[in-house]
């Protein structure tokens, strides 16, 4: 499988009616002198939208190989064995006071607020499964990205973006519970819909499911799947055990769970426009010393959201093949299929051919949604150092 990887190109054209802007939102040579990051503000999608959306002709995402996959791909080589792995910000600037070492992010306590480096770690099944050229880059961008169109639905935790990877936040008291919502009938996790609906599961998270629903099918209307956490993974919970349990209150829980179901409604309607299937996803939120609900972590990347190519969705569902993914679906694929990697202890090390394979899809992705192009780190200086710099000036106009 390693070896017959199925290619994806960056689109040709784009819909000329898309909610996209033609550069970057974020000048990151800029953001580390500024107290508060200053966001765009875009049009909600109304139903109206949505409707003509329909009607209109889904972009066609071209797949034939051209100079800048080529380009990108060489330069995604030549960084494999230079990726963010491991951040020690606590050892280099003075105003971090401690770390927690996540999955992806490593997050360091700045006082008033927290700093999330945003690295190259690939996990899946509760485990780093190896390291992604420019993963950490890309998830930082396209969660800023997302932060920035979403504001008219809920309000985010960002404060500033000192340097590509790195998002400062305000800190929140953060629900023990992620929201995940799901459009179709996929999966291959253990807490999937696909898996668990594949063992005859007919009542998942409160979600009543009809018989004869096949993988990859789409769901009559968007569920929220909601999960916590116990030991080291994910378990599946109902809202009435949420609220009984005390993880939220159903004040708190009913605010989120309409956020949730509006943000990936939202989401599917852009993805929609920009000739992609937002599939599923999920979202974490937090209360702030204010009192206000606020979006935190990460907002519709590869990594916490499917992606499906939308113009071969169709036919390839009707003929009873795999659809053409973005996200690291395919990454699970391949250790499920070369391991068991819920049990065993040591993993296989992943082709360099998937690692280059999964790099190239995450930017494919950010330069899709965003229609922009993604902008390679222009400098020799070690990243390490350059995040170094840019967070002790941030945290110093902070204060």
Same mark, same amino acid.
């Not at 765009?40 to 959306?53: E, G, I, L, R, W």
């Not at 935790?157 to 996929?186: H, L, M, Q, W």
């Not at 999960?227 to 939220?248: N, W």
């Not at 993914?325 to 990454?331: A, H």
């Given at each position: 499988?390693?070896?017959?990887?199925? !290619?994806?190109?960056?689109?040709?054209?784009?819909?000329? $009616?898309?909610?996209?802007?033609?550069?970057?939102?974020?000048?990151?040579?800029?953001? !580390?002198?500024?107290?508060?990051?200053?966001?765009?503000?875009?049009?909600?999608?109304?139903?109206?939208?949505? &409707?003509? =959306? @329909?009607?209109?002709?889904?972009?066609?995402?071209?797949?034939?190989?051209?100079?800048?996959?080529?380009?990108?791909?060489?330069?995604?080589?030549?960084?494999?064995? $230079?990726?963010?792995?491991?951040?020690?910000?606590?050892?280099?600037?003075?105003?971090?006071? *401690?770390?927690?070492?996540?999955?992806?992010?490593?997050?360091?306590?700045?006082?008033?607020?927290? #700093?999330?480096?945003?690295?190259?770690?690939?996990?899946?099944?509760?485990?780093?499964? !190896?390291?992604?050229?420019?993963?950490?880059?890309?998830?930082?961008?396209?969660?800023?990205?997302?932060?920035?169109?979403?504001?008219?639905?809920?309000?985010?935790? /960002?404060?500033? #973006?000192?340097?590509? $990877?790195?998002?400062?936040?305000?800190?929140?008291? /953060?629900?023990?519970?992620?929201?995940?919502?799901?459009?179709? /009938?996929?999966? *291959?996790?253990?807490?999937?819909?696909?898996?668990?609906?594949?063992?005859?599961?007919?009542?998942?998270?409160?979600? *009543?499911?009809?018989?004869?629903?096949?993988?990859?099918?789409?769901?009559?209307?968007?569920?929220?799947?909601?999960?916590?956490?116990?030991?080291?993974?994910?378990?599946?919970?109902?809202?009435?055990?949420?609220?009984?349990?005390?993880?939220?209150? @159903?004040?708190?829980?009913?605010?989120?769970?309409?956020?949730?179901?509006?943000?990936?409604?939202?989401? @599917?309607? #852009?993805?929609?426009?920009?000739?992609?299937?937002? #599939?599923?996803?999920?979202?974490?939120?937090?209360?702030?010393?204010?009192?206000?609900?606020?979006?935190?972590?990460?907002?519709?990347?590869?990594?916490?959201?499917?992606?499906?190519?939308?113009?071969?969705? =169709?036919?390839?569902?009707?003929?009873?093949?795999?659809?053409?993914?973005?996200?690291?679906?395919?990454?699970?694929?391949?250790?499920?299929?070369?391991?068991?990697?819920?049990?065993?202890?040591?993993?296989?090390? !992943?082709?360099?051919?998937?690692? &280059?394979?999964?790099?190239?899809?995450?930017?494919?992705?950010?330069?899709?949604?965003?229609?922009?192009?993604?902008?390679?780190?222009?400098?020799?200086?070690?990243?390490?150092?350059?995040?170094?710099?840019?967070? *002790?000036?941030?945290?110093?106009?902070?204060?």
């Amino acid at each position: 499988m390693a070896h017959h990887l199925p !290619a994806l190109n960056p689109p040709k054209t784009l819909n000329p $009616n898309l909610h996209s802007i033609s550069k970057p939102i974020f000048s990151f040579s800029q953001t !580390a002198s500024r107290k508060f990051l200053k966001f765009k503000k875009y049009p909600s999608v109304t139903s109206s939208t949505m &409707s003509s =959306q @329909q009607q209109n002709p889904l972009p066609h995402i071209a797949l034939t190989d051209n100079d800048h996959k080529e380009e990108v791909m060489n330069a995604i080589k030549t960084s494999i064995s $230079n990726c963010l792995s491991e951040t020690h910000l606590d050892l280099t600037v003075p105003a971090l006071k *401690s770390k927690i070492r996540g999955k992806v992010r490593d997050i360091y306590d700045g006082g008033d607020y927290l #700093v999330m480096v945003t690295t190259d770690r690939q996990s899946a099944f509760d485990r780093i499964l !190896a390291s992604i050229p420019f993963k950490g880059q890309v998830l930082n961008e396209t969660s800023l990205w997302w932060f920035n169109k979403t504001q008219h639905i809920t309000p985010n935790a /960002v404060v500033s #973006v000192p340097d590509r $990877n790195v998002t400062i936040a305000r800190k929140c008291s /953060v629900f023990p519970v992620e929201f995940v919502v799901r459009g179709y /009938v996929t999966g *291959s996790t253990d807490t999937s819909l696909w898996t668990v609906y594949n063992k005859g599961l007919r009542n998942y998270c409160g979600n *009543s499911l009809p018989d004869g629903l096949v993988k990859n099918q789409k769901l009559q209307e968007n569920i929220l799947t909601p999960t916590t956490k116990a030991a080291d993974h994910d378990v599946p919970v109902t809202p009435d055990e949420i609220v009984q349990r005390g993880l939220m209150t @159903q004040a708190d829980y009913d605010e989120v769970s309409r956020k949730a179901i509006s943000l990936f409604e939202f989401g @599917q309607c #852009v993805a929609l426009d920009h000739g992609l299937i937002l #599939v599923d996803t999920k979202y974490e939120f937090g209360k702030g010393a204010d009192g206000k609900i606020y979006l935190i972590d990460e907002v519709h990347t590869p990594d916490s959201s499917r992606y499906w190519i939308a113009h071969s969705y =169709q036919e390839r569902f009707q003929s009873g093949l795999e659809p053409e993914n973005i996200d690291k679906e395919f990454l699970r694929l391949w250790f499920k299929n070369h391991c068991n990697p819920y049990e065993d202890e040591v993993l296989p090390d !992943a082709p360099e051919e998937l690692v &280059s394979e999964l790099a190239w899809r995450y930017i494919f992705l950010f330069e899709t949604i965003t229609n922009s192009r993604f902008e390679m780190p222009g400098t020799k200086e070690p990243v390490h150092d350059r995040i170094s710099r840019n967070v *002790s000036q941030a945290l110093s106009s902070l204060q």
